[in-house]
């Protein structure tokens, strides 16, 4: 086992591990109980990183720690990312960027569908150049400026997925490794560029408060522990004390789906997973999804998953 630093520690946390170093790029895994996240990191100029997000698992939790005057830059790939200041919250999704400053964020992490991929660019002003022209003559980016631009005050910049963005970032999903060092300084170069040269989109974002997201989250627990039954959004409600509508805005706005739609995601990604490691028969697991009907549940799971239940388990097997 390779030991973290205490710079490591602060930023990940102290049950951080290390999966691999190497004189280009740190791999880092933070493990729980529901599965894992792991970090692919390359450091690319002096103070600026460049990471691989992979993370299979509802939440990442890190010890609060002081981590200096540090800007963060995210793009989701794929999922759903929560971002959390002080009691309001909104979430990321697929092409969405966020910029904030790494002391205003909540240390702690929630993806509401439990997968999630996508990149973070950390700009640590203590060791950055001020100026990325010492790197090219005509690259006027000044970071303090940058900062000041997106991060002034205490909310994070979000900017929805856009064309001229997702380029830049799509790029850096496939990168060969033989010009990977290089390319990275490239790409980064002309993200800040672009950035330093954008209008800030004046819209207001969405933020939901903490009693809203509180809220999906216990209904999102409350479906997961009753697949094997049919609930009513009116059920729910009463359940929760709250009305039909209030209910349904919270969610979406948590998970991005309508409660119907996760749950059936939910129930069809439960149902794959006893077709794969159960020898039981389609029925005896529509039964444990809260099917009764043999050909209503064939049709959500090839709705969801792409291919027949039958299909699934010959492929997994």
Known sequence: MIAATEEEKKFYGGNVEIVTRSADSTVYRIRNLFGDAVMT?????????????????????????????IMEINHCREGRIECAFKDEYL???????AINRKDDAAHDSYFPGGRY????????????????????????????????????????????????????????????????????????????????????DPAP?????????QLAKQVCRFITAHLDAHITIEQLAAIFHVSATQLKTSFKGVYGDSVYAYTRTQKMQAAASF????????????????????????????????????KYREQSS
Do not use: W
């Open 41 to 69: 990191t390359y450091q690319v100029f002096p103070g600026i990183q460049l990471t691989y997000n992979d993370v299979d698992t509802q939440e990442c939790s890190i010890e609060h720690a002081e981590t200096g005057n």
């Open 91 to 97: 979430y990321l999704s697929k092409g969405d960027v």
């Open 117 to 200: 991929s996508g990149i973070t660019i950390v700009i640590d002003t203590a060791y950055a150049p001020n100026s990325l022209s010492c790197f090219l003559e005509d690259v006027n980016v000044e970071l303090s400026a940058l900062s000041r631009k997106f991060c002034s005050g205490s909310e994070c910049c979000v900017m929805r997925s856009k064309p001229c963005l997702e380029h830049i970032f799509s790029e850096l999903y496939a990168v060969p490794s033989s010009i990977r060092k290089g390319y990275y300084k490239v790409k980064v170069l002309e993200l800040l560029l672009f950035l330093s040269g954008m209008d800030i």
């Open 205 to 213: 974002q969405k933020y939901y408060t903490g009693a809203q997201v």
């Open 275 to 310: 077709l794969s490691k159960t020898d039981q028969n389609v029925m005896e697991i529509a039964g444990k999804v809260g099917y009764d009907n043999g050909s209503k549940f064939a049709r959500a799971f090839r709705d969801v998953m792409g291919v027949s239940p039958k």
